[in-house]
C-alpha cells in the first residue's frame, strides 16, 4: 500500500514540522508525546544511530513502539545495513522510515523491502519510504532510488551529535533535490534534518520543504510547551496556515 494521499497532503499544506523526541525526558515518554499533540503537533521523529554509521548510539524499534501516540512515528535510521532492520521499525508501528544510502551497497533493496510494508498503524495510511542523505554525499545519489522513494532528506549537519550549526550549502543542496524531484515526476516529500533552531526556524521554513526536523529546540530547557508553540508557529506561518 502507497503512502500516496498522506503524502500529497502533507506536500500540499506543508512544511510540517516532525519534532525529535530523543532529547525529551524519555523517562516521562507519554507525558512528553502528550505535550506535542496539545501543542498541535503532527509528527514525531525519532533519531535512530547505531554508533557505526554515526558516532552518536540512541534508542532502536524499541521507543518507536513505546511512543503511544496519535502524532505520525517518524523513524530515521541512521544505521549500517537497514535492509536488514527496516521490517523491525515497521512492527513498532513507524508511518515514515528514512534509510541512508550511505549505510548499505543495496539501498535500493531496502527500499523495495519497505514498499511491501503494511503500515501498523493503519492499513491504508501506507508506509512513507525516504532516503536521507549527509552533508558529504553527493544530491545526485537521490536519482536512481527517486522511484523507490516518498520522501528525501536532507541532513543539514553531519550525524551524530548535537548542537551543530546549519551548514549553510544545505539551501543549495535543498534546491537540487527540488530539482530532481521534480523532474522525476512523482509526489516525493522535501525534508530537512538538523540545525533548526528558534532563530533559523522561520528562514528555513521559507526554502520550500515540506518536512522539517527540529528536536533540541523543543525539548532542551524547560519550557518545551512554548517551544513547540513557536517552532510549529513559524512553520504554519510560512505554510499560510497560521
Ligand atoms: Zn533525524
Not at 514540522?17 to 503537533?41: C, K, Q, R, V, Y
Not at 495510511?125 to 554525499?137: A, E, F, L, V, W
Not at 520550500?208 to 513559524?234: H, R, Y
Amino acid at each position: 500500500m502507497a503512502a500516496s494521499e498522506l503524502v500529497a497532503r502533507l506536500r500540499r499544506d506543508g512544511p510540517h514540522l516532525s519534532i525529535g523526541i530523543l532529547t525529551a525526558d524519555l523517562m516521562l515518554l507519554g507525558a512528553e508525546l502528550a505535550l506535542l499533540e496539545h501543542a498541535g503537533a503532527e509528527i514525531v521523529h525519532t533519531d535512530v544511530m547505531d554508533g557505526v554509521f554515526c558516532p552518536g548510539l540512541t534508542l532502536g524499534a524499541p521507543i518507536v513502539k513505546a511512543q503511544r501516540t496519535t502524532l505520525l512515528k517518524d523513524a530515521h535510521l541512521m544505521v549500517m545495513a537497514p535492509e536488514d532492520k527496516v521490517e523491525a521499525f515497521v512492527a513498532a508501528g513507524a508511518d515514515i522510515i528514512a534509510i541512508h544510502p550511505e549505510g548499505t551497497r543495496h539501498p535500493h533493496r531496502a527500499l523495495q523491502v519497505l514498499a511491501k510494508a503494511v503500515n501498523a498503524n493503519d492499513p491504508e495510511r501506507g508506509i512513507i519510504r525516504g532516503i536521507s542523505i549527509n552533508p558529504g554525499t553527493p544530491v545526485e545519489v537521490i536519482t536512481p532510488l527517486l522511484d523507490e522513494v516518498e520522501f528525501v532528506q536532507i541532513l543539514a549537519v553531519n550525524p551524530g551529535w548535537g548542537g551543530q550549526a546549519f551548514i549553510a550549502s544545505t539551501e543549495t543542496r535543498l534546491a537540487h533535490a527540488r530539482e530532481l524531484i521534480a523532474a522525476s515526476g512523482r509526489e516525493i516529500l522535501l525534508g530537512v534534518d538538523g540545525g533548526v533552531t528558534r532563530a533559523n526556524i522561520a528562514q528555513i521554513a521559507g526554502l520550500g520543504v515540506d518536512l522539517i526536523v527540529t528536536g533540541s529546540a523543543v525539548f532542551d530547557g524547560k519550557a518545551a510547551a512554548e517551544n513547540a508553540a513557536f517552532m510549529l508557529d513559524a512553520v504554519r506561518t510560512a505554510a499560510g496556515r497560521a
